[in-house]
């Protein structure tokens, strides 16, 4: 079994990439990530935790980094919609986001870890930069 953090920012391509790590019996999905990328982090957030409970996973979810670390963020609306993952009614949000930062889970869980993690990223990187970073 791989274990894994899915570093992503959802939209509809990154909502399938949790629906996949969630669902395989070979990975042990140990957190999802959040970064701002396809729209803002509120709703790239809010995005994830969308997709997390309709799937009905048990992983915690860690709000990251509101940009890019060295030019202006640039949303993809055009194509995601408003929300970053139009087109489906996924109710009302009833799990929470993690308390710690979505980099200093990545640190922690990196650094007190015995066995091998696999940092899947698949929006902009701000959030395992700034790991390697600090």
Same mark, same amino acid.
């Given at each position: 079994?791989? $274990?894994?953090? +899915?570093? @992503?920012?959802?939209? *509809? ?6 629906? +996949?790590?969630?669902?395989?019996? &070979?990975?042990?999905?140990? !957190?999802?990530t959040?970064?701002? /990328? $396809?729209?803002?982090? &509120?709703? =790239? #957030? ?9 799937? !009905? ?6 709000? !990251? @980094?509101? /940009?890019?670390?060295?030019? &202006?963020?640039m949303? #993809?609306?055009?194509? *995601?919609?408003? =929300? ?6 996924? /109710?009302e ?24 993690? =696999?940092?899947? =990223? @698949?929006?902009?990187?701000? $959030? ?7």
């Amino acid at each position: 079994m791989r $274990n894994i953090i +899915l570093d @992503c920012d959802p939209g *509809h391509d990154d909502a399938i990439a949790i629906l +996949l790590a969630g669902s395989n019996p &070979e990975i042990n999905l140990l !957190g999802v990530t959040i970064v701002a /990328g $396809n729209q803002t982090l &509120e709703k =790239t #957030a809010d995005n994830a935790l969308k997709v997390v409970q309709w799937l !009905g996973l048990d992983v915690p979810v860690f709000k !990251g @980094c509101q /940009g890019p670390m060295v030019r &202006e963020q640039m949303i #993809a609306d055009d194509i *995601h919609g408003k =929300t970053g993952l139009d087109g489906h009614d996924f /109710g009302e949000i009833k799990i929470k986001l993690q308390e710690d930062h979505a980099v200093n889970f990545i640190i922690d869980t990196i650094l007190n870890s015995k066995e091998k993690i =696999t940092v899947v =990223t @698949c929006g902009p990187m701000t $959030n395992l930069a700034m790991a390697l970073r600090l």
